[in-house]
């Protein structure tokens, strides 16, 4: 908790092997299948901007992005209900009633995927609350580094000022990286050999739930209900 409240992000210890294994193939058979999904579950790399691209080519069949995976596949939320990350979330919000807002993979393609431009997750328009007391986890199924475009934080930003230098969070395969609502964070391409794929969830305090009318499968769901869709 000291570490979130100083830095803006915290890194907790991996998953259990298994699950994670589990969840990267699941992950892997609906990227293989990702032209069949609904359109709404999927952004390419190709349909974002060249901003975004950061003058990278644009490749055809890499996603860049993949909404409310449970939507295909319940096993995923047997990661963003897990009991460490749940229990961290409730200690950092300081409460057990929690709510899931929404979810998504995250995925940099090895050798071509897109930066992130720096931003406070506060900020966004996508499920905000009236009072931002949420927190995003990042499950880094690959592990995270510099190398692979792995998410940099300015420690401190989320106090307002621009923070400290940046820093990259570093993770391995299966690491869980919490982040602040309001802590500036952002990422460059992943240059590298190696994918980074991110299995994303925003939990929040029952008592500020999201705004606006987008809801996914999972939003509202309490942990248990979410842990028990994946059979747990």
Not at 24 to 40: F, N, V
Not at 76 to 93: D, K, N, Q, R, T
Not at 213 to 226: F, K, N, Y
């Amino acid at each position: 908790m000291r570490r979130f409240q100083c830095q803006g992000y915290a890194v907790l210890p991996p998953l259990p092997a298994a699950l994670r294994r589990r969840l990267g193939a699941a992950l892997d058979a609906l990227l293989a299948r990702a032209a069949t999904l609904p359109a709404d579950m999927v952004t390419w790399e190709r349909d974002l901007s060249p901003r975004q691209r950061q003058g990278l080519p644009a490749p055809g069949d890499a996603v860049f992005l993949l909404g409310d995976p449970c939507r295909a596949d319940p096993v995923f939320a047997e990661g963003f209900a897990h009991p460490a990350l749940v229990a961290a979330a409730s200690e950092l919000l300081g409460t057990p009633e929690l709510r899931c807002h929404f979810t998504n993979a995250t995925i940099k393609a090895a050798r071509c995927g897109s930066g992130i431009a720096w931003h406070r997750d506060a900020l966004n328009r996508y499920m905000p609350t009236a009072r931002s007391t949420f927190l995003r986890a990042m499950i880094c199924l690959d592990g995270m580094d510099a190398a692979n475009g792995g998410t940099a934080f300015r420690p401190g930003s989320q106090h307002g000022a621009e923070g400290a230098a940046a820093v990259v969070a570093r993770c391995p395969p299966g690491g869980i990286v919490l982040i602040h609502s309001r802590v500036l964070h952002g990422g460059a391409p992943n240059l590298s050999g190696r994918s980074r794929r991110n299995l994303i969830v925003q939990w929040g305090r029952a008592d500020d739930p999201p705004l606006g009318e987008a809801r996914e499968s999972l939003t509202g769901l309490s942990p248990a209900e979410v842990l028990a869709l994946g059979g747990g």
